[in-house]
């Protein structure tokens, strides 16, 4: 009998939110409560002499319960030397404050923050505290999930601080900029559930822009992803993002994106 109820459980898990998992953004969910997971992102940007710029990101996530999660990520690249070095970290939590929920469709709004410390270089206009800034972020997100497709927004508020301890954020710069962010994902496989053992195959298309609040200047990327989802709790995501326009300084755009994740459900009691 409790085997019945965790698969009835994991297909309606599946089948509600594997389409919103995106590759470049949150969604407003959340991950399971009382879940703990692991995440790996690895980024391979061309910098415009050639060079490639890795950056790896392991990342701890924890599912406290239905409206908070929160995660702890690690900043590891080449960038500095050529060989790698860990260059800082963030702690990031989401707030799901409104659930609107149905039969095969929701809509969900969240807040979430971010603070970041980070030692490396300052290199460019962008202000990204996930992997180049030491500063803080915070954000509103609003998801609708129809059936199989889920769509996705996002606007933020990110300020950039000095990288310590040998780096001050240039005062000729920008120090803070408005992010916002459009997602949209489709299940594509399985058509129709037999298991929760099916592998899920999702396609995703998102749109990440951002406007500096000083000098107005701004970019907008495009990232087309897929996504494979195994037994219901192991995800890998194959992601590409490139820049559509921008009229500010950003070192390394263009590029993939590998990322692997594993769930352990029901970790805490």
Same mark, same amino acid.
């Given at each position: ?44 940007? %061309? ?12 990342? %701890? ?182 820049? %559509? ?18 769930? %352990? ?5």
């Amino acid at each position: 009998m409790r085997k019945i109820v965790l698969i009835a459980f994991l297909l309606i898990h599946l089948n509600s939110f594997s389409q919103e998992l995106f590759v470049f953004t949150e969604p407003a969910s959340n991950m399971p409560a009382k879940s703990l997971g692991f995440r790996d992102m690895n980024g391979f940007f %061309l910098e415009k002499d050639g060079k490639l710029n890795y950056h790896n990101m392991p990342e %701890l996530m924890w599912g406290i319960n239905k409206k908070w999660m929160v995660h702890a990520q690690g900043f590891i690249s080449n960038r500095q030397d050529g060989g790698f070095e860990t260059e800082g970290g963030s702690f990031y939590a989401k707030y799901r404050f409104f659930s609107n929920d149905a039969l095969k469709k929701h809509f969900r709004m969240a807040l979430y923050g971010r603070y970041s410390f980070n030692k490396a270089d300052i290199h460019q206009q962008e202000i990204e505290t996930m992997g180049h800034n030491s500063g803080y972020e915070a954000g509103f997100i609003a998801t609708q999930l129809l059936h199989k497709v889920a769509i996705s927004s996002s606007i933020s508020y990110e300020r950039a601080l000095d990288n310590q301890p040998n780096y001050k954020f240039p005062s000729t710069e920008s120090n803070s900029a408005m992010n916002y962010t459009l997602s949209a994902g489709k299940l594509m496989l399985p058509k129709v559930y037999t298991s929760y053992k099916q592998v899920n195959m999702n396609l995703m298309l998102e749109f990440i822009g951002q406007r500096l609040n000083d000098n107005q200047k701004s970019f907008l990327d495009i990232a087309p992803s897929v996504q494979f989802i195994f037994n219901s709790q192991a995800r890998v995501d194959i992601g590409y993002r490139r820049q %559509l326009y921008s009229t500010m300084e950003r070192t390394a755009p263009n590029g993939m994106v590998l990322k692997f994740e594993y769930l %352990l459900f029901n970790v805490f009691k």
